[in-house]
């Protein structure tokens, strides 16, 4: 399977307690994204990175939240002192980021998300 | 503020019966719209891609129309399959550094047999 693949699928926890993501991307892409998701809502922008640069981050990503990409490739997102909030779907997404033009779709592909709950 | 609204939140239609779903965005500087379809528990998959020029795109039973000028896109479903009970997501991509992707709330469609 060459898509993007995220670890563990589920994670169950207690507030209170870290937890560590992690996603592997696609191999030659250059752009990985992570992504929030509540119940019933879409995705929301959490950060990026560009090879292993961290481009951008949103303002949901809150200090307790810290996300890596050391070698360029998969990318790990921690989250310190969990909190019952926290609980939702964390998505990570890879696209190859062209020299743009107007063909340029920069097409995201998204792994299957893991699932956090905190008790 | 960048935002993209769905209409309906959720819907329900019988197998073999036609919808259409709604979207509509204030995004700028406008690149694409995408459509997505997410099963429960899976990430999002990309239906459709329009640029600023397409105003419709089909895949298979599905075909996505854009209105650049209202800032509206549909999604129509022909001849609905059980199958294609999922969140359907619309998303807006800004022409910036990031290519960041706005995305609505979707709208859940479920059809029963």
């Known amino acids: 399977d060459t898509g993007v693949s995220q670890n563990p699928r589920h994670k169950i926890t207690k507030r209170g307690q870290n937890v560590t993501f992690r996603c592997d991307p696609i191999s030659e892409h250059n752009r990985l994204y992570w992504y929030r998701q509540t119940l019933g809502q879409g995705p929301e922008f959490l950060t990026y990175?560009?090879?292993?640069?961290?481009?951008?981050k949103s303002r949901l990503l809150s200090d307790r939240f810290s996300a890596e990409r050391p070698k360029g490739s998969f990318s790990t997102l921690e989250i310190q002192r969990t909190e019952q909030g926290d609980s939702a779907m964390y998505l990570c997404?890879?696209?190859?980021?062209?020299?743009?033009?107007?063909?340029?779709?920069?097409?995201?592909?998204f792994g299957p998300g893991t699932r956090l709950t905190v008790l | 503020k960048n935002q993209v609204e769905q209409s309906p939140q959720s819907l329900i239609i019988l197998e073999g019966k036609n919808c259409t779903l709604q979207?509509?965005?204030?995004?700028?500087?406008?690149?694409?719209l995408r459509w997505y379809k997410q099963d429960t528990g899976r990430g999002p998959v990309s239906l459709t891609i329009m640029t600023f020029s397409e105003n419709t795109k089909s895949n298979g039973r599905y075909t996505a129309t854009l209105d650049a000028d209202t800032k509206q896109s549909s999604l129509h479903i022909t001849a609905s399959q059980l199958s294609d009970s999922a969140s359907y997501i619309c998303v807006v991509q800004q022409r910036n550094a990031g290519n960041m992707l706005t995305f609505g709330g979707g709208t859940r469609l479920m059809v029963k047999p």
């Open positions: 979207c509509n965005y204030t995004v700028s500087p406008f690149s694409n």
């Open positions: 990175f560009q090879n292993e640069a961290q481009l951008e």
């Open positions: 997404a890879s696209s190859l980021a062209s020299s743009g033009g107007a063909g340029s779709y920069n097409e995201q592909f």
